[in-house]
């Protein structure tokens, strides 16, 4: 298998992990607070909305919400994939952040579709190439794939956790089992 090839599976298959996670958030789970204090997605005074952050992160991090999460990789799909494939003139302030769970499984789905086009559209030797990151450094292009790849994967299973903790906390059956409850009834 070719580089592009490998990087397309993993790519996908990383996406899947997420995206799977996120089959069926509605916005009761998308808003709720795990922890006092979580990172969540904001009103800003401007009516645009945006997601916590610091800079530098604080030490430890605080706890966030699914929505959060959510929209943190959906984002991060939009703009690495701005700086290092793009027009390179995005920035974190000019996002309105979804503040819906459609909404942020919508962007979700378009970060990855910009990504997924553009290594479809590149040859082996491209993926050595230099990129521009948000903040300034270059990487080979390969690295901004893996990293996506890398992204998805662990805040998929971040999102799939907390998750679980909303189900039990909050007494609801996985969507899983009132469909084969639904199924056995009729």
Not at 41 to 50: L, N, S, T, V, Y
Not at 166 to 175: L, N
Request: aromatic share 10%; net charge negative; glycine share 6%.
């Amino acid at each position: 298998m070719d580089p592009v090839s490998l990087l397309a599976t993993q790519l996908e298959e990383g996406y899947r992990m997420i995206r799977d996670r996120v089959e069926e958030l509605g916005d009761d789970e998308f808003w709720w607070e795990p922890a006092p204090d979580s990172w969540t997605i904001r009103q800003r005074p401007d009516g645009r909305w945006a997601a916590d952050y610091a800079v530098p992160d604080p030490i430890p991090a605080p706890m966030t919400t699914i929505g959060w999460r959510l929209v943190h990789v959906a984002e991060c799909k939009v703009m690495y994939h701005e700086y290092a494939f793009g027009a390179a003139k995005l920035t974190w302030p000019d996002i309105d952040s979804a503040h819906s769970s459609d909404a942020a499984v919508a962007q979700l789905e378009e970060g990855q579709h910009k990504l997924v086009t553009t290594l479809q559209a590149l040859q082996p030797h491209d993926l050595e190439r230099q990129v521009m990151t948000n903040w300034g450094e270059e990487w080979p292009a390969w690295k901004i794939f893996w990293t996506m790849i890398h992204h998805d994967i662990h805040h998929g299973a971040e999102i799939g956790a907390l998750r679980d903790l909303y189900r039990v906390t909050h007494d609801v059956a996985p969507a899983s089992d009132a469909n084969r409850n639904q199924g056995a009834s009729e």
